[in-house]
T-cell receptor, first 117, second 114 residues
Framework: AQSVTQLDSQVPVFEEAPVELRCNYS??????LFWYVQYPNQGLQLLLK??????LVESINGFEAEFNKSQTSFHLRKPSVHISDTAEYFC???????????????FGKGTLLTVNP | DAGVIQSPRHEVTEMGQEVTLRCKPI?????LFWYRQTMMRGLELLIY????????DSGMPEDRFSAKMPNASFSTLKIQPSEPRDSAVYFC????????????FGNGTRLTVT
């Protein structure tokens, strides 16, 4: 079974500072990788995903993540964070489902990003 | 599109009582997943359905947990009898079965068993 390690449970930063949230996964086979964001009292929302192609993927709100196969990593970065980015961020890796082209997700334990003024 | 709808948002019950959590997936989605979130264990997949059929329930903790999907627009997760260690946030998610479409999550049900 797949496993995902998010190395930091909490990351406090100041507004407009850069941030990197780290994620490593266990699989040695082809995988699909995802970052989800969870705002307080809400469900998880997809932030970005890597399926194939360019190893650098971007979200619409300025986050990016780079797939590094040799290091089995998928770190999330943003060059300048806002107060509104305060949330919990989950890295996830796909596990193929029996039949079909869909998958189930195995999640890391999450990183709480707190952006302070 | 109203998204995935879960009810209730909060449930407080006493140990030994039966608890039923409900989920309405996004119309047209043919996969449905139940996840449990706790501080200690993070997000755990309990069970998932494809076209209303349970495919993998290996994540269900024990026989006290059961899940059903009687039709494409409704699923339940039942705990009977409930125990304090079942306290968690339970999420339902749905997705299309094509092109590795993303999971769409509901807002969750926060269960507290006293």
């Amino acid at each position: 079974a797949q496993s995902v390690t998010q190395l930091d449970s909490q990351v406090p930063v100041f507004e407009e500072a850069p941030v990197e949230l780290r994620c490593n996964y266990s699989s040695s086979v082809s995988v699909y990788l995802f970052w989800y964001v969870q705002y307080p009292n809400q469900g998880l929302q997809l932030l970005l995903k890597y399926l194939s192609g360019s190893t650098l993927v971007e979200s619409i709100n300025g986050f990016e993540a780079e797939f590094n196969k040799s290091q089995t990593s998928f770190h999330l970065r943003k060059p300048s964070v806002h107060i509104s980015d305060t949330a919990e961020y989950f890295c996830a890796v796909s596990d193929p489902l029996r039949g079909g082209s869909n998958y189930k997700l195995t999640f890391g334990k999450g990183t709480l990003l707190t952006v302070n003024p | 599109d109203a998204g995935v709808i879960q009810s209730p948002r909060h449930e407080v019950t006493e140990m030994g009582q039966e608890v039923t959590l409900r989920c309405k997936p996004i119309s047209g989605h043919d996969y449905l997943f139940w996840y449990r979130q706790t501080m200690m264990r993070g997000l755990e997949l309990l069970i998932y359905f494809n076209n209303n059929v349970p495919i993998d329930d290996s994540g269900m903790p024990e026989d006290r947990f059961s899940a059903k999907m009687p039709n494409a627009s409704f699923s339940t997760l039942k705990i009977q009898p409930s125990e304090p260690r079942d306290s968690a946030v339970y999420f339902c998610a749905s997705s299309l079965g094509t092109n590795y479409s993303p999971l769409h999550f509901g807002n969750g049900t926060r269960l507290t068993v006293t």
